[in-house]
């Protein structure tokens, strides 16, 4: 039985398997050694065992086995045929839940993966168009079909890629990507295959064109930052927008990264996300996805200001030259991250008054906006701390911030500290995270001592809390 089995094997593969001695020696039950840990293994048939059970046991449909052992039908085997089991893993390791559809995710990738087709995965998504799967979208697989371990990968084969090239590449045998991938002749594979690699082999080169794209948190919220990182090629050039907003990226020594925010305003619903690769050979991948934005829950909240107070919001061209000057102090960009943790608050105090909550002053004059920080109650003279490393932008004093500093946190994060009592530092001063660099205080269009942090990403405001348990890009 052994013997018919290799005889309707491809040629190219008993060849190359006969030359490299990788024919299965005999074993007890399972020979889970080499073969298990490299994806495939071999079991020896038990009295009273079929392919059908052997279907349950392993978790694998029969045709999988009937094909990976090139035989047209389950028919009555032997006790003691060697037959092959692709990828040779157990239900621990697979994952039958919903997977949620990331930035570098293509759907015919994701099928791939998991052994189905293009056509079943969107069958049972009832997704018409592909290209309409946005990020962060739950995509159900069929628990009926058998799913491919989490430890292999999928690659789009790049013009100078085969499978014969890719199987040196990551050190394993090409029969076995070739049984892997269901390929009968690996020269047959054009450019822009789609083949499956062990995640966990010694990889000797990354395969040409992959790339990893990952972007949290997701979905979007109003009002709060997102963090793109891109891994998987050797000094690339890295563009992108969301909503066709310009997104900035930084590049480190193993990844590029880039953090930007989402408007306070935006209304919930799908957005546009680009993104474009291009890797030191001149290869470009274009990655265009939508993203959903939800709501960021916030609040509202009524102020009761002073007449002397509230003429200082009443007055239109006080506030927007105010609120210019903010804004040209807290935006720009800087290539490089000064932060390598999460962000720390910057003073002990209580927070009173979160970012994005609308707020009505006075109701009676109708000035309506949102709150574009978060407030910390705290006694005069309490200590104010850089929550990152830093630089000074800009210190003084404004009408409605009170005595302010900014620091700029390099990738176009800028924090910005309003109604403190002192400063401590100066325009151009190099700060680290935990450093004292103000007081709290009561200056400017204020109710009670506080420190207002304020932080700004790519020229959006967005909330700071979220820096302080998220860590970007």
């Given at each position: ?8 094997l491809?040629?190219y593969l ?9 024919t299965p020696?005999?074993?007890a039950?399972t ?6 840990a ?8 038990q009295?009273g065992?079929?392919?059908?059970s052997?279907?349950a046991?392993?978790r ?7 094909q990976?052992?090139?035989?047209a039908?389950?028919i009555?085997?032997?006790?003691g ?15 039958a ?8 995710d ?8 998991r052994?189905?087709s ?5 069958l049972a ?10 990020v962060?979208?739950q ?8 799913l491919?371990?989490r ?6 084969l790049?013009?100078?890629?085969s499978l014969i ?21 690996p ?17 000797k ?7 990893l794209a990952?972007i ?13 990182l ?24 193993d ?8 408007d306070?305003w935006?209304k ?7 993104v474009?690769?291009?890797?030191s050979?001149?290869a470009?991948?274009?990655?265009d ?21 509230a003429?200082?919001l009443?007055?239109p ?14 935006k ?9 943790t999460?962000?720390q608050?910057?003073?002990a105090?209580v ?8 707020r009505?002053?006075?109701?009676a ?11 910390l109650a705290?006694?005069i ?18 009408a ?9 946190h ?13 400063i401590?530092?100066n325009?151009g001063d190099?700060?680290?995270g935990?450093?004292q660099i103000?007081m709290v ?9 506080h ?5 700004w990403?790519?020229g ?9 348990r998220e860590?970007?890009?």
């Amino acid at each position: 039985m052994t013997h018919r089995f290799i005889r309707v094997l491809p040629a190219y593969l008993v060849l190359i398997w006969h030359f490299f001695g990788s024919t299965p020696s005999a074993v007890a039950q399972t020979d889970s050694g080499s073969g298990a840990a490299s994806g495939v293994t071999v079991h020896i048939l038990q009295q009273g065992e079929t392919i059908e059970s052997l279907s349950a046991l392993f978790r694998i449909p029969v045709a999988r086995i009937l094909q990976a052992n090139g035989l047209a039908e389950s028919i009555d085997l032997q006790v003691g045929t060697r037959l092959i089991i692709p990828l040779g893993l157990t239900t621990a390791n697979y994952d039958a839940d919903n997977i949620e559809f990331g930035l570098g995710d293509s759907l015919d990738v994701v099928a791939r993966s998991r052994g189905l087709s293009l056509h079943e995965l969107a069958l049972a998504n009832r997704i018409v168009n592909p290209m309409s799967v946005y990020v962060g979208q739950q995509i159900a697989i069929p628990e009926s079909v058998q799913l491919r371990p989490r430890t292999w990968i999928v690659v789009r084969l790049s013009e100078e890629q085969s499978l014969i090239t890719m199987a040196l590449d990551l050190g394993i045998s090409l029969p076995e990507l070739a049984l892997v991938n269901e390929v009968a002749d690996p020269m047959t594979l054009a450019p822009s295959s789609l083949v499956i690699t062990p995640g966990n082999s010694t990889t000797k080169a990354v395969p040409a064109g992959f790339i990893l794209a990952r972007i949290h948190p997701v979905p979007l919220e109003q009002g709060r930052s997102a963090g793109i990182l891109i891994t998987g090629t050797k000094n690339p050039v890295v563009t992108g927008s969301f909503n066709n907003y310009p997104i900035h990226f930084v590049t480190s020594s193993d990844s590029v990264g880039g953090v930007f925010g989402v408007d306070r305003w935006t209304k919930p619903g799908l957005f546009p996300i680009h993104v474009q690769v291009r890797d030191s050979n001149g290869a470009i991948l274009d990655i265009d996805r939508n993203i959903l934005v939800i709501s960021g829950h916030y609040q509202s909240e009524d102020i009761r200001l002073s007449d002397e107070e509230a003429s200082l919001l009443n007055n239109p061209l006080l506030v927007a030259q105010e609120n210019a000057y903010i804004a040209s102090k807290m935006k720009g960009f800087t290539p490089n991250y000064n932060w390598a943790t999460l962000f720390q608050m910057p003073t002990a105090g209580v927070l009173t008054s979160t970012f994005g909550t609308t707020r009505l002053y006075n109701a009676a004059n109708g000035v309506n906006i949102y709150h574009s920080g978060n407030d910390l109650a705290a006694q005069i003279g309490t200590p104010v701390y850089a929550p990152a490393d830093g630089v000074v932008v800009d210190t003084g004093e404004l009408a409605v911030r009170g005595l302010i500093t900014i620091l700029d946190h390099g990738g176009g994060v800028y924090s910005g500290f309003w109604h403190q009592s002192r400063i401590l530092v100066n325009p151009g001063d190099v700060v680290a995270g935990g450093q004292q660099i103000g007081m709290v205080g009561n200056t400017g269009l204020s109710t009670a001592s506080h420190l207002h942090w304020e932080m700004w990403v790519d020229g959006v405001p967005v909330d700071s809390m979220q820096w302080l348990r998220e860590k970007f890009p």
